[in-house]
């Protein structure tokens, strides 16, 4: 199972009751980072290129990425953005 079916299954639950503002918060705060494919491909070129394939990917186990990790592939505006429009503290949206 990959990563992005296991956000999925663990969001359900809450996407059902709040379905309107997480959905829409989540896609303004995806987009602001270049969509899906702009973070993988951001992540890709920060050297976790083995991480996203595993996520990617319908067979094996998920390979870890640390915050240090996501900060380092992300700008700091585009963490700012992700944890404004999830209402998280800066330094815990990585």
Do not use: C
Not at 2 to 20: A, I, T
Not at 46 to 65: E, M
Request: proline share 2%; aromatic share 6%.
């Amino acid at each position: 199972m990959g990563l992005f079916d296991q956000l999925e299954g663990g969001l359900g639950n809450l996407l059902s009751q709040h379905q309107d503002q997480l959905g829409s918060l989540f896609n303004e705060a995806l987009q602001s980072a270049g969509g899906y494919q702009g973070v993988l491909d951001k992540l890709r070129q920060a050297g976790l290129g083995d991480q996203v394939n595993s996520w990617l990917s319908t067979s094996g186990h998920n390979l870890p990425v640390s915050a240090s990790q996501i900060e380092a592939a992300l700008d700091n505006q585009q963490l700012q953005q992700l944890a404004k429009s999830f209402g998280v503290p800066l330094d815990q949206i990585a």
